[in-house]
């Protein structure tokens, strides 16, 4: 089992529309817990942050957290475009080691 | 916003060669990562960067094919030694600005290819 799993997608979803990302982590200890975004032939840019159980909103992003399921879920409001990236999934192990899953690629559809 | 700067941004090397790449932060970070993500692969981690003192490798990572130094707080080189073709990837610096519980931010890359 995969330390940090994600569907590789791709994940096709039509403008405007909510785009849900999954993720799923094997240590429960986990405590800390991150979504990137990294467009393609650039770096991973880091969008959310979240360290407790329920949700948390920045603008048309909301991670979820549910530490009990050991799931971690990205919603994308309002998708645009240029939203169309690869979403990486991290969990954060020991005092600073990040382990990402294997990403999601998504393409909002105009 | 602080800024991450790699170099170089992409290289081509020939097979058995070694190539050092720059990390190059404008402000003291507390923790300096070197990454690796291979063609169509999610990141995984080379080693932490620590001042004055040698790396820490992650499993099936050692020294001698990639040598790291952190001689500052704002400073590091990742050496990929004996190059070969399975070495081509994107080698990527992360760092932590100030609070070691705040998230990792990422430089721009090295997108290397082995002949």
């Known amino acids: 089992q995969k330390e940090v799993e994600q569907n590789s997608g791709p994940l096709s979803v039509p403008e405007g529309a909510i785009a849900s990302l999954n993720c799923t982590y094997s240590?429960?200890?986990?405590?800390?817990f991150f979504w990137y975004r990294q467009y393609s032939g650039k770096s991973p840019e880091l969008i959310m942050s979240?360290?407790?159980?329920g949700d948390k909103e920045d603008g048309r992003f909301t991670a979820q957290l549910n530490k009990a399921s050991q799931y971690v879920s990205l919603l994308i409001r309002d998708s645009q475009p240029s939203d169309s990236a690869t979403y990486l999934c991290?969990?954060?192990?020991?005092?600073?080691?990040?382990?990402f899953g294997q990403g999601t690629r998504l393409t909002i559809n105009p | 916003s602080a800024v991450i700067s790699q170099k170089p941004s992409r290289d081509i090397c020939q097979r058995g060669t070694s190539l050092t790449i720059q990390c190059q932060v404008d402000?003291?970070?507390?923790?300096m990562f070197w990454y690796r993500q291979q063609p169509g692969q999610s990141l995984t981690l080379i080693a932490t960067?620590?001042?004055?003192?040698?790396?820490?490798?992650e499993s099936g990572f050692v020294i001698d094919k990639f040598p790291i130094s952190r001689p500052n707080l704002t400073f590091s080189t990742l050496t990929v030694s004996n190059m070969s073709p399975e070495d081509s990837s994107i080698y990527l610096c992360?760092?932590?600005?100030?609070?070691?519980?705040?998230?990792?931010?990422f430089g721009d890359g090295t997108r290397l290819s082995i002949l």
């Open positions: 992360s760092v932590v600005w100030e609070n070691p519980n705040q998230p990792q931010h």
């Open positions: 240590d429960r200890v986990s405590q800390s």
């Open positions: 979240i360290y407790s159980n």
């Open positions: 991290a969990v954060k192990k020991g005092a600073q080691k990040l382990v």
């Open positions: 402000s003291q970070v507390t923790m």
């Open positions: 960067a620590n001042q004055g003192s040698e790396a820490t490798y």
